[in-house]
């Protein structure tokens, strides 16, 4: 894992005193809302339905027992003992005051966290692949070259007051576990015809209200330029990127406006000049990084037997273990969505347990995953059932990753100003009846998202199936979608017909597996079975 | 009129700014005023005879400013380059960063928070248009 | 009937006018009819409240009760947590929201 030198923590200590500072003109009245909106903003403060929140950066999904053990600290200090992992690999706390943000950010800067630029118009925490470093089918680790940006990226003189959010993937393999082409910029690191390593660029994806999916517009740009690539891709869109109105800032539409090949004409122009400007960081600085993210040691000869007796826990083997670069190891996913649960929300006491696991069995090393999950990416298969009786006893062991229950869902009207209607309820009405009527098992690899409001927090356009809740009248409603995805066979979801209520809608969703379920040929998922047969006998089946 | 903070040492210009057209049709203006909307670049050819650019935030969330700032200085540009308008203390460590070396405020600052905010960062991660050294120069001499 | 809310600057705790002061209960909420926007400036500049603004709302059991969703989930909490709602002892409060 990357650790902090003496200068990354005093950029971090600083940004503890600059926030401090500001907090402290704010409440004396030196700073109106605002003046102050966009410096909370850029650490992570919302002022929410409820109370202030915190968003703090994981950057690239990483991190290690202490830190989890601190964020569950700051759950139970400062807030009301629980958290809430995002899709975008951060943690959200829910009744945070202001006069003590910068306390927390303190305590953050302790363990070389922070919560930098989670929010506001600027350059968002990186994320990347949660199996980064385990994945059997990674051509290499992506995280170094989420660091180098993570570092270009913070505190940006030029890109602080940009048109619109900054949103950043990277990943390194053919499989997309990262919604890699539905960010403002993904960047897939490849290897060309002589087996040396670049960096693929997508640019302009997106979801929102008008979802996008990113072309690539440069397909191999060499490692030691990929500082100063990015650097002109912002310059573009800091420049030309619209300002008139907020609902057409993202650089999507630029790309969409501009045409990919015209943005590309002037992000090369940009770039052909910054190359002699000297914003790149030398190799040296990349290898520097690199490591931080050598592999643990593995274990040679680690025993591959698994004992299956226990149908729980095979059941739990099957679902939520993934396969590993190294014999002997599996990446294990602790879900953080129980039948009827809140998704993404884990307790103080789950946090600590999952800290403590992550350390007797995972080489001191956590996860976050964008669908919400928390997961221990090197345990040895000789110790799964230890890890898995250690999770079920503490409700962490639902056996549902990639299944019907593994909904993706924003905190929607529960807890977010900007919703139009609860996420949370219709998520957990759909995986209690999943779960109720068996079909969870039946229906295998089915990625259901949950946005409450057009903002798409919720990742509605990718889900296989998607939900989107808007007010009508007043009254809370829920579109459905089918046909989104977010992985490397990326598209975007088409809506069904009219919406549904809360009722409504799950029966809705019951309706659409049934179709699946009666058309589906030998080994589709739901997802190849739409796309076969398409929208309209669902329709039917939803409208007759 | 605004109070202006200054850092450098020469005199500086003693008239209005004219509008990039205005200075694109004549030949005789020292000083020039950037909108967020005008392409700094297209002042490039005229970089020899402009003694003071002055660039507009008519709203301090909009940062095309910088982008300017920047570009003027890669070009090789050395005279004034003026923040105007809606500028906040919050925002001086950056644009000093992009190449502003002169600050016309519409609200006037508190000089202790402006010493602090130029005092604030120890380091910085990126090149850019100062003489800062970035943290990446540093940790490879 | 027009309830004038805001949060409150340190806390982030939402409250509602009372007539007097800022209460988190929405119980306490006034009528502010045709007087919200002078209150609001007045409440704001002197920082005893955030982001001040008028909602609409009628006489419920004899309290007041927003006419929107969200502003009712404001005045409680998360339904998804009655335990942390300001009435998290009371089984029905969620019909109240709803």
Not at chain 1, 41 to 68: E, K
Not at chain 1, 231 to 255: F, P, Q, S, T, W
Request: hydrophobic residues 40%; contains cysteine; aromatic residues 8%.
């Amino acid at each position: 894992m990357y650790k902090y030198d003496q200068y990354d923590q005093a950029m971090v200590d600083a940004r503890v005193e600059e926030f401090r500072d500001q907090a402290r003109r704010r409440l004396e009245g030196r700073l109106t809302e605002d003046q102050f909106k966009p410096l909370r903003l850029m650490n992570g403060l919302y002022l929410q339905l409820h109370a202030y929140m915190l968003r703090v950066a994981i950057p690239y999904g990483t991190l290690d027992s202490r830190q989890m053990h601190a964020l569950a600290d700051i759950a139970d200090k400062y807030d009301r003992g629980y958290g809430h992992f995002t899709t975008r690999q951060n943690i959200q706390y829910n009744w945070i005051k202001l006069e003590d943000a910068a306390d927390i950010l303190a305590d953050l800067a302790k363990v070389e966290m922070h919560a930098i630029q989670t929010s506001g118009n600027c350059i968002r925490n990186i994320s990347s692949d949660h199996f980064a470093g385990a994945a059997a089918d990674e051509v290499v680790d992506p995280r170094p070259y989420a660091e180098l940006l993570r570092q270009w990226s913070s505190f940006h003189p030029e890109f602080s007051y940009l048109p619109r959010k900054f949103k950043i993937a990277v990943i390194a393999s053919e499989k997309d576990r990262a919604a890699m082409r539905l960010h403002d910029i993904g960047i897939n690191i490849v290897t060309n015809d002589v087996g040396e390593p670049g960096a693929a660029f997508y640019v302009g994806g997106g979801m929102g209200r008008t979802p996008m999916i990113a072309p690539c517009i440069n397909s191999f740009v060499p490692l030691d330029q990929l500082v100063t690539y990015a650097e002109a891709c912002l310059r573009v869109y800091n420049r030309h990127g619209r300002r008139d109105n907020k609902y057409k800032a993202r650089i999507k539409i630029l790309v969409h406006e501009l045409g990919a090949e015209e943005y590309t004409r002037q992000v090369e122009a940009e770039f052909a000049h910054l190359l002699d400007q000297g914003v790149e960081p030398p190799l040296a600085e990349l290898e520097r990084i690199k490591g931080y993210f050598e592999d643990p040691l593995f274990e040679t000869a680690a025993d591959s037997q698994i004992d299956r007796i226990d149908p729980d826990f095979a059941l739990w083997i099957d679902r939520n273990t993934v396969a590993h670069k190294a014999d002997g190891y599996v990446s294990a996913v602790i879900s953080l969505k129980p039948v009827g649960g809140i998704p993404g929300d884990a307790t103080a006491e789950q946090m600590r347990l999952m800290a403590d696991l992550a350390k007797d069995y995972s080489f001191d090393e956590l996860r976050v995953m964008h669908t919400q999950n928390i997961v221990l990416p090197h345990v040895r298969k000789a110790d799964l059932h230890a890890l898995w009786t250690a999770l079920d006893a503490a409700g962490l062991g639902s056996p549902n990753l990639d299944t019907v229950e593994d909904i993706i869902a924003c905190p929607g009207l529960d807890y977010c100003s900007l919703a139009n209607a609860r996420s949370i309820p219709v998520a957990q009405k759909i995986s209690e009846r999943f779960a109720q009527t068996g079909k969870t098992a039946t229906l295998g690899e089915l990625k259901l998202k949950i946005s409450g409001c057009i903002n798409a927090c919720g990742h509605h356009h990718a889900g296989h199936i998607g939900i989107l809740g808007v007010d009508r009248k007043g009254v809370e409603n829920y579109q459905l979608l089918l046909g989104g995805s977010e992985a490397e066979d990326v598209s975007l979801a088409k809506i069904t017909g009219p919406g549904f209520d809360e009722n409504g809608i799950v029966d809705a969703v019951e309706t659409v597996t049934t179709v699946y379920e009666r058309e589906r040929a030998d080994g589709e998922r739901f997802l190849d079975t739409y796309r076969r047969i398409g929208m309209n006998p669902f329709k039917e089946a939803l409208y007759g | 009129m605004a109070d202006t903070l200054r850092y450098r040492d020469d005199e500086p210009v003693d008239h209005p700014a004219v509008t990039v057209d205005s200075f694109l049709d004549q030949s005789n203006a020292s000083a020039v005023r950037i909108e967020p909307g005008d392409d700094a670049r297209e002042l490039l050819p005229h970089l020899d005879r402009l003694a003071l650019v002055e660039v507009n935030f008519p709203a301090f969330g909009d940062g095309r400013g910088y982008s300017s700032a920047r570009i003027l200085r890669e070009a090789g540009y050395e005279g004034e380059l003026r923040a105007v308008g809606d500028v906040l203390v919050d925002q001086l460590a950056y644009m000093r960063r992009c190449g502003f070396d002169a600050f016309e405020p519409d609200q006037r600052f508190d000089m202790e928070d402006v010493k602090s905010a130029f005092e604030r960062w120890p380091e910085v991660y990126q090149k850019a248009a100062d003489t800062r050294t970035s943290i990446w120069a540093k940790r490879h001499p | 009937m027009r309830l004038l809310t805001g949060n409150d600057l340190k806390t982030g705790a939402v409250t509602w006018w009372t007539g007097a002061e800022w209460s988190i209960h929405i119980e306490d909420a006034a009528d502010v009819t045709g007087g919200e926007e002078e209150i609001a400036r007045r409440e704001e500049s002197a920082r005893r409240v955030n982001v001040p603004y008028a909602v609409d709302a009628d006489i419920h059991d004899g309290s007041p009760r927003p006419s929107h969703i969200k502003e009712r989930v404001r005045a409680l909490g998360p339904t998804v947590r009655p335990d942390l709602t300001l009435k998290p002892a009371d089984p029905e409060i969620g019909n109240w929201v709803i």
